[in-house]
């Protein structure tokens, strides 16, 4: 089955289109309350409105905890992932899947030109693909049962 859409569509279909952001300067910690009080697992790290790199659990887990530093001591900037990998709204969701996989990463922060417009996560790809795949079923099935137009 191919996968139809663009990463703007995926923007539109989420219930809130703000991004939660941190700096380089952020303590961990407090990154990681952030992402508590959002329920989420990632942050997007910006300067001066430029995307600079991620801030993820998985940062967390490897570069902090493993490495014996604390969160108290430890900035964001210190350990982000970079350069960030960021996504276009045009470009396609097979595109996003392919960067995703590629990259080994779970979000992806959406750009327009220079400006940061969204977060995508592999969570929203995967809700795109399901609601995508029902859609095609519910087609097949009418168009089956003779209730297709056409």
């Given amino acids: 089955m191919e ?12 219930n ?3 991004v939660i952001a941190t700096h380089p300067g952020a303590l961990v910690f407090d990154a990681l309350t952030l992402m508590g009080a ?37 900035r964001v900037g210190e350990i982000l992932s970079q ?13 996003c899947m392919e960067r995703m996989t ?7 922060p959406v750009v327009d030109g220079e400006k940061l417009v969204g977060v995508v996560s592999i969570g929203d790809v995967v809700n795109w693909i ?3 795949q029902r859609h095609a079923i519910q ?3 009418g168009y089956i049962s003779g209730g297709y137009p056409g």
Avoid: C, W
């Fill in 102 to 108: 590629v990259h080994r990463i779970r979000h992806l």
């Fill in 139 to 141: 087609q097949l099935s």
């Fill in 3 to 14: 996968i139809s859409g663009t990463i703007r569509q995926i923007l539109a279909a989420k």
């Fill in 130 to 132: 399901m609601h995508a």
């Fill in 83 to 95: 350069p960030a990998i960021t996504i276009a709204p045009d470009e396609t969701i097979e595109a």
């Fill in 38 to 74: 959002h329920n989420i697992g990632a942050l997007v790290v910006t300067e001066n409105d430029a995307v600079v790199g991620m801030f993820s659990e998985r940062d967390y887990s490897r570069k902090v905890i493993l490495q014996g530093r604390t969160s108290r001591d430890t």
């Fill in 16 to 18: 809130s289109n703000s």
